[in-house]
């Protein structure tokens, strides 16, 4: 399967634990992208990477929360301290395109996501 | 302020029979409007992609029509199956802007009942 893979699919945690997520999106693609989604709720964006680089944040990605992208391919979300408030659906979407700030809009292509559950 | 915005927020039709969703959207500056398909538990899939100068696209029995003028998209969904239950997502891409480029409406939940 060439998609965009994330592990794990589903986490249970107790409130005040620390969680990571790992995404790996697909192999040529230079951008990655995540988002949250709550139930009934359509995606809301949290960071993306262009390569290894951090590009954007959004305010909804408090200091809790941090995103790492090491070596341009893989990435992890790690949620410090979590809160039940922080239960959702963790979704990667990763896609191609050229140039750091291209002004055209890149297609991009979601994981299954993680489902975070915090107790 | 950009926004996307869906109805109805839920629907529930008989397998078989046509249904049209809706998308109203406030983005600007405006590059392209695609419509997402999510199975419950998994990531969306992109059904279509419409640029400003597109008014409709199909994609099987899925077809999407946009309306630039009035900033109104839909999405008609011929001979419903079982296996179009799921939420569909109008999303507006936009360019030079923030949250990455791609504005979600909160979707509509799709029920094909037997």
């Known amino acids: 399967d060439t998609g965009v893979s994330q592990n794990p699919r589903h986490k249970i945690t107790k409130r005040g634990q620390n969680v990571t997520f790992r995404c790996d999106p697909i192999?040529?693609?230079?951008?990655l992208y995540w988002y949250r989604q709550t139930l009934g709720q359509g995606p809301e964006f949290l960071t993306y990477f262009q390569n290894e680089a951090q590009l954007e944040k959004s305010r909804l990605l408090s200091d809790r929360f941090s995103a790492e992208r090491p070596k341009g391919s893989f990435s992890t979300l790690e949620i410090q301290r979590t809160e039940q408030g922080d239960s959702a659906m963790y979704l990667c979407?990763?896609?191609?395109?050229?140039?750091?700030?291209?002004?055209?809009?890149?297609?991009?292509?979601f994981g299954p996501g993680t489902r975070l559950t915090v107790l | 302020k950009n926004q996307v915005e869906q109805s109805p927020q839920s629907l529930i039709i008989l397998e078989g029979k046509n249904c049209t969703l809706q998308?109203?959207?406030?983005?600007?500056?405006?590059?392209?409007l695609r419509w997402y398909k999510q199975d419950t538990g998994r990531g969306p899939v992109s059904l279509t992609i419409m640029t400003f100068s597109e008014n409709t696209k199909s994609n099987g029995r899925y077809t999407a029509t946009l309306d630039a003028d009035t900033k109104q998209s839909s999405l008609h969904i011929t001979a419903s199956q079982l296996s179009d239950s799921a939420s569909y997502i109008c999303v507006v891409s936009t360019y030079g802007g923030s949250q990455g480029n791609l504005i979600f409406g909160k979707g509509t939940k799709l029920s094909v009942k037997p």
């Open positions: 192999s040529e693609h230079n951008r």
């Open positions: 998308c109203n959207y406030t983005v600007s500056p405006f590059s392209n």
């Open positions: 979407a990763s896609s191609l395109v050229a140039g750091e700030r291209t002004r055209r809009a890149d297609t991009q292509y």
